[in-house]
């Protein structure tokens, strides 16, 4: 019996000692698992086998934000024909530490989708099995490289179609230091440049509170702050905000021929400068920076220049009181100063004038009746149209813009620019708008229009069409790259040789070219010549003469 007892103890001890065995080694084992975790890894340091995705070694597809985005802006949208069409602008990102040297873009658009119309870029289309569309836009030569933490600007087009799709899937194909990579988006992220602090906007109708009102001659014009016009007993114009009379050196302007005349019938050449936008660069509508121009520069007018379409601007997402605001300040200064003022509608994206014409409208009936004392402020209704034919598009529209202006106001200077980015000046010989006191614009980079633009407007002047330059630069069409300091000079023979007046674009430290002030100056005013950048420099001899 103790015999038995003896093995049964030992048989249950050598149980109780596997059992112990294993149940330690599933311990240690499960310890080691815990310590090699990432949370537990010293420093928050990965392993070697916990690499993420997205290595510079492993992949050739950039991950989303690493070298570069796109993002697909939409604007104006309306229904005609039962298709509906939507203006997108399309910028492309360049978030690396790297130049974007060329880029190509492939999205789908849905089925039946027509490009209607594009700028600043090509346009290939394809058509799927299944009936999709897609289009390929590629660069122009002024956009094709984009500096690191910039991105594309003025890159925009319109689609039509029978269906409701939203653009946001995108494969983008990037040339960085020689090497090609791919970013594709399939649009479902909700990581958006919105999150990472990037614009992103959209349009909303709802906030334009135009109400339309009839006038004697049948056109319906507005006020963009939702009152009615207000009659002459009621004009908010007639002075400036600083209370000073408006009286310029020369007084009103008069066209006389292709010449430019003041009151007294001496002809008068304008030579001065245009701002960047006003709504991102705000502060370079002061006086002392006007002054500077003035007396510095011998600049006596300055362009007011409000985007309307591209991000912040007066049709897209902008603070409209602001901007009036900005362009009150602006005036009001000029007038002080015995300078003349051009407001600019600056369209852009927005190629055809008529895509924002009900507010063009309402907003110049409202400058004119409260400028309509002031003999000092010209009116420049549409910036650079494109893809817009003169007779069709731009004069019909010239001719209600103007009609509004001219309740108010019968003698103002208004420029209307023209086809091209305003280059076919052309096209309005023999076409010209049946108001004495107009001026067709012509804007030019010396970079990139050279002969054959020149030739151009010597031929309308020589044809009897009034020109004014109301805005250049000596780099190319982007505002950027190199200057081309022969071409400048050959534009500026032509331009004193012929009395055309002319604005430099741009008033402000833009890191390009064509900014007239320093990257690195924060001076918004009393700049010396160290503070200016070689545009500037260039510009300030140019405009003394």
Same mark, same amino acid.
């Given at each position: 019996?103790?015999?038995?007892?003896?093995?049964?103890?030992?048989?249950? +001890?050598?149980?109780?000692?596997?059992?112990?065995?294993?149940?330690?080694?599933?311990?240690?084992?499960?310890?080691?698992?815990?310590?090699?975790?990432?949370?537990?890894?010293?420093?928050?340091? =990965?392993?070697?086998?916990?690499?993420?995705?997205?290595?510079?070694?492993?992949?050739?597809?950039?991950?989303?934000?690493?070298?570069?985005?796109?993002?697909?802006?939409?604007?104006?949208?309306?229904?005609?024909?039962?298709?509906?069409?939507?203006?997108?602008? +399309?910028?492309?990102?360049?978030?690396?530490?790297?130049?974007?040297?060329?880029?190509?873009?492939?999205?789908?658009?849905?089925?039946?989708?027509?490009?209607?119309?594009?700028?600043?870029?090509?346009?290939?289309?394809?058509?799927?099995?299944?009936?999709?569309?897609?289009?390929?836009?590629?660069?122009?030569?002024?956009?094709?490289?984009?500096?690191?933490?910039?991105?594309?600007?003025?890159?925009?087009?319109?689609?039509?179609?029978?269906?409701?799709?939203?653009?946001?899937?995108?494969?983008?194909?990037?040339?960085?230091?020689?090497?090609?990579?791919?970013?594709?988006?399939?649009?479902?992220?909700?990581?958006? =440049?919105?999150?990472?602090?990037?614009?992103?906007?959209?349009?909303?109708?709802?906030?334009?509170?135009?109400?339309?009102?009839?006038?004697?001659?049948?056109?319906?014009?507005?006020?963009?702050?939702?009152?009615?016009?207000?009659?002459?007993?009621?004009?908010?114009?007639?002075?400036?905000?600083?209370?000073?009379?408006?009286?310029?050196?020369?007084?009103?302007?008069?066209?006389?021929?292709?010449?430019?005349?003041?009151?007294?019938?001496?002809?008068?050449?304008?030579?001065?400068?245009?701002?960047?936008?006003?709504?991102?660069?705000?502060?370079?509508?002061?006086?002392?920076?006007?002054?500077? +121009?003035?007396?510095?520069?011998?600049?006596?007018?300055?362009?007011?220049?409000?985007?309307?379409?591209?991000?912040?601007?007066?049709?897209?997402?902008?603070?409209?009181?602001?901007?009036?605001? +900005?362009?009150?300040?602006?005036?009001?200064?000029?007038?002080?100063?015995?300078?003349?003022?051009?407001?600019?509608?600056?369209?852009?994206?927005?190629?055809?004038?008529?895509?924002?014409?009900?507010?063009?409208?309402?907003?110049?009936?409202?400058?004119?009746?409260?400028?309509?004392?002031?003999?000092?402020?010209?009116?420049?209704?549409?910036?650079?149209?494109?893809?817009?034919?003169?007779?069709?598009?731009?004069?019909?529209?010239?001719?209600?813009v103007i009609s509004c202006i001219r309740q108010?106001?019968?003698?103002?200077?208004?420029?209307?620019?023209?086809?091209?980015?305003?280059?076919?000046?052309?096209?309005?010989?023999?076409?010209?708008?049946?108001?004495?006191?107009?001026?067709?614009?012509?804007?030019?980079?010396?970079?990139?229009?050279?002969?054959?633009?020149?030739?151009?407007?010597?031929?309308?002047?020589?044809?009897?069409?009034?020109?004014?330059?109301?805005?250049?630069?000596?780099?190319?069409?982007?505002?950027?790259?190199?200057?081309?300091?022969?071409?400048?000079?050959?534009? =500026?023979?032509? =331009?004193?040789?012929?009395?055309?007046?002319?604005?430099?674009?741009?008033?402000?430290?833009?890191n390009e070219t064509s900014a007239l002030i320093?990257?690195?100056?924060?001076?918004?005013?009393?700049?010396?010549?160290?503070?200016?950048?070689?545009?500037?420099?260039?510009?300030?001899?140019?405009?003394?003469?």
């Amino acid at each position: 019996m103790d015999k038995k007892k003896k093995i049964l103890i030992g048989a249950v +001890l050598t149980v109780v000692i596997l059992l112990a065995g294993v149940m330690a080694g599933f311990l240690i084992a499960n310890a080691e698992k815990k310590g090699s975790s990432p949370q537990n890894v010293e420093n928050g340091a =990965l392993t070697n086998n916990e690499r993420p995705v997205y290595d510079e070694k492993e992949s050739t597809e950039s991950p989303k934000n690493q070298e570069a985005q796109a993002q697909f802006t939409p604007g104006n949208a309306w229904e005609s024909d039962g298709r509906k069409y939507i203006q997108y602008e +399309l910028n492309i990102f360049s978030t690396g530490k790297k130049n974007i040297e060329s880029w190509k873009i492939t999205f789908p658009a849905g089925s039946g989708t027509v490009m209607e119309q594009s700028w600043n870029c090509g346009v290939e289309s394809s058509t799927a099995e299944d009936g999709t569309v897609s289009f390929t836009l590629s660069p122009v030569d002024y956009n094709r490289e984009i500096p690191a933490g910039e991105h594309t600007q003025g890159i925009g087009f319109i689609i039509s179609r029978t269906e409701n799709y939203e653009l946001k899937a995108y494969q983008l194909e990037a040339v960085i230091e020689g090497v090609a990579v791919t970013v594709t988006d399939d649009g479902q992220s909700g990581d958006s =440049l919105a999150e990472q602090g990037q614009d992103n906007h959209q349009s909303d109708d709802s906030q334009t509170g135009i109400i339309k009102e009839e006038t004697q001659n049948g056109q319906t014009c507005g006020s963009s702050d939702g009152s009615q016009n207000s009659d002459s007993s009621g004009k908010s114009g007639g002075s400036s905000g600083t209370g000073s009379s408006p009286r310029p050196a020369s007084g009103g302007l008069r066209v006389s021929g292709t010449t430019l005349t003041d009151a007294s019938g001496n002809a008068v050449q304008l030579r001065g400068v245009s701002t960047h936008g006003l709504a991102w660069f705000p502060e370079y509508v002061n006086k002392e920076a006007f002054e500077t +121009l003035r007396d510095d520069w011998g600049a006596n007018v300055v362009r007011l220049a409000m985007y309307t379409e591209e991000y912040g601007g007066y049709c897209n997402g902008g603070d409209k009181e602001a901007l009036k605001q +900005l362009i009150d300040d602006g005036v009001s200064y000029a007038t002080e100063l015995g300078m003349y003022v051009i407001i600019d509608w600056h369209i852009l994206s927005d190629g055809n004038p008529n895509l924002n014409k009900e507010e063009a409208k309402a907003f110049f009936s409202e400058m004119a009746d409260k400028y309509a004392g002031h003999n000092n402020v010209i009116y420049e209704i549409c910036n650079e149209p494109q893809n817009s034919d003169w007779n069709g598009q731009i004069k019909p529209y010239a001719e209600e813009v103007i009609s509004c202006i001219r309740q108010y106001d019968s003698s103002a200077l208004i420029l209307v620019g023209t086809n091209t980015w305003s280059q076919d000046i052309d096209a309005v010989a023999g076409n010209e708008l049946d108001d004495d006191n107009v001026m067709y614009v012509l804007h030019f980079y010396a970079g990139t229009h050279k002969a054959s633009l020149r030739s151009k407007l010597e031929s309308a002047l020589n044809a009897g069409v009034p020109v004014f330059v109301s805005e250049c630069s000596i780099c190319d069409a982007s505002g950027n790259g190199g200057i081309d300091y022969d071409s400048a000079q050959s534009w =500026l023979d032509l =331009l004193n040789d012929r009395g055309v007046s002319f604005l430099a674009w741009s008033l402000s430290n833009k890191n390009e070219t064509s900014a007239l002030i320093q990257p690195g100056c924060s001076k918004t005013g009393g700049w010396t010549e160290d503070d200016l950048s070689e545009t500037g420099r260039w510009f300030r001899k140019a405009i003394q003469g």
